[in-house]
């Protein structure tokens, strides 16, 4: 399932739940597509964020990521 399509089913399941409500196979299928969209928020935020490089006054340039990222 691409990115879109667990989205999609999130907004899906979100608008069934506020209409008529949800069967426990549903609610236990709409908190997994929450945790793994969530979860891949992080890794992208988490992937730019190790890819940022600063010049220092110096002149000297450092990578972040290699400094905090694997912490």
Do not use: C, F, P, W
Not at 19 to 33: D, F, I, V
Not at 45 to 62: F, P
């Amino acid at each position: 399932m691409t990115m879109e399509e667990r989205i999609k089913r999130i907004n899906e399941l979100y608008h069934k739940s506020k209409a008529e409500g949800l069967t426990e196979e549903e609610k236990a299928e709409q908190a997994q597509l929450r945790k793994e969209y969530v979860e891949n928020v992080k890794g992208n935020l988490r992937a730019q964020l190790n890819s940022i490089t600063i010049q220092n006054e110096d002149g000297t340039k450092e990578n972040l990521g290699e400094k905090y990222g694997n912490k």
